[in-house]
């Protein structure tokens, strides 16, 4: 062999060794960019998964609308179709939420393992949305599914409510759905406690430990993604007036009304009858015709209008401030 020969063969050797270095770093460097690489196919090859993801998503959608997914065998059929094009794209969204929508229904169980799938992904792993989805399918299973055993399926739907809730961008509505759920796994088989009185001892649970423990989804580092909205407030005093209009004498129900009315509504003026908000001004509960505890009106006895709460009042000038530390005095 030719000294030139062997110099070539060298160059060759050392360019194919040189060569699979540069691929396998490129391969940890892709890894670290898109963690859910590791979750797709070797096929096909080239790289075109995104493309054929996209052309199994069509037929996959012609296909679902021209079955039966009542029967159990088209949902599984369906189910592995799913699979299939997440093979090809992890982090496809609209698989996940679409089919287990589809999925729900017969099979419960399917549709919850894609949603777990999914979760799992980089790209969805902070989207509330399959994570408030997979409690939904459980809780829903307590209503039309009388063989299940209601308190597993509760515990597992709050599990997923309260990861929902640790998301960024979660919608306020869902805090009173694990409130609710809450409520309903306390009130399972304990028929003698009213649901409404379950509800509202969740809602006083959660605002007070809202700040501290991981029972209601907090860890270590924070709140929650969230806080409470004015109109869950409103909802809440809702609960209270109707605690008291429908179990007046439930000693649990009348603490934990004044309990929230002394800490959540402390800057709020409620009839001490019914507990329904009224206005300044008011001599009378709207709502009972109860006397209530007049508030905002101008002390000057030759004004008495309702003022704006300024330092002085705008229909007289009678300084305001000065009349409530007189009152103080």
């Known amino acids: 062999m030719k000294k030139s020969d062997i110099v070539k063969a060298l ?39 995104k493309f054929w993801a996209d052309v199994k998503w069509m037929l996959f959608i012609q296909h679902m609308g021209s079955i039966d997914l009542t029967t159990e065998k088209n949902s599984k059929d369906l189910y592995e179709e799913a699979k299939g094009i997440l093979e090809l ?9 679409l089919s287990a929508l589809m999925l729900s229904a017969k099979t419960p169980d399917l549709a919850i393992d894609l949603l777990k799938k999914g979760q799992e992904t980089h790209q969805n792993k902070n989207d509330w949305r399959l994570f408030s989805m997979a409690g939904n399918i459980r809780h829903q ?23 929902a809730l640790k998301k960024p961008g979660v919608m306020p509505v869902l805090e009173k759905t694990y409130i609710k759920t809450r409520a309903q796994f306390e009130f ?9 009185i379950a509800e509202l001892t969740e809602w006083s649970k959660y605002v007070t430990n809202k700040m501290a423990g991981s029972e209601y989804g907090m860890e270590g580092d924070g709140d929650m993604m969230m806080s409470l909205e004015e109109n869950t407030k409103a909802d809440i005093l809702s609960i209270i007036q109707q605690v ?7 000693l649990e129900g009348k603490k934990t009304s004044q309990k929230m009315l002394n800490s959540l509504f402390k800057g709020i003026h409620v ?26 009106v101008c002390p000057n006895r030759q004004c ?13 000038g009678t300084n305001l401030r000065a009349s409530v530390n007189k009152k103080k005095k």
Do not use: W
Request: hydrophobic letters at 30%; a positive charge.
């Open 141 to 163: 299973e307590t209503f039309f599914n009388k063989k299940v055993n209601k308190k597993e399926k509760l515990r597992e739907a709050i599990g997923f409510y309260r990861l």
């Open 11 to 49: 160059i060759l050797i050392l360019a194919v060794v040189l060569n699979v270095k540069t691929i396998k770093s490129m391969h940890t460097d892709q890894a670290k960019i898109s963690p859910d690489r590791a979750k797709i196919s070797g096929k096909p090859i080239a790289s075109f998964h």
């Open 89 to 97: 794209d992890p982090g496809f969204y609209k698989v996940y939420e």
């Open 188 to 196: 399972e088989g304990n028929d003698k406690r009213p649901l409404i």
């Open 271 to 296: 009839c001490g009858k019914c507990y329904n908000e009224y206005a300044a001004g008011h001599k009378f509960c709207t709502e009972c015709r109860n006397p209530v505890k007049v508030y905002g």
């Open 304 to 316: 008495g209008k309702v003022h704006s709460g300024g330092k002085f009042c705008e229909h007289c």
């Open 244 to 250: 008291k209009r429908q179990h007046p004498n439930d």
